[in-house]
């Protein structure tokens, strides 16, 4: 059965870790997992795994603290 995911990727690690310490500390569930080859070719970086119905706190969240991002709440289809 095919699972549609919300995801946020970064442009480094070093903002995806400091966007999971900030959505963590704001009690907004986030999982990091490697950046979907749907979305990248390379498979190079980490994305934030987000619930659908927490993405929009979780992008104004990250928006007000200025964590650089790239692709915001990309849905992905995953196994």
Do not use: N
Not at 48 to 67: F, G, M, N, P, S
């Amino acid at each position: 059965m095919l699972e549609t995911i919300r995801i946020i990727t970064f442009p480094s690690v070093w903002h995806a870790f400091r966007a999971e310490k900030i959505l963590k500390a704001a009690g907004i569930e986030c999982t990091m997992i490697p950046v979907p080859r749907e979305l990248s070719s390379s498979c190079q970086g980490l994305a934030a795994k987000i619930a659908a119905q927490a993405l929009e706190q979780a992008l104004t969240l990250l928006d007000e603290q200025q964590v650089q991002m790239e692709k915001r709440g990309v849905s992905v289809s995953k196994l």
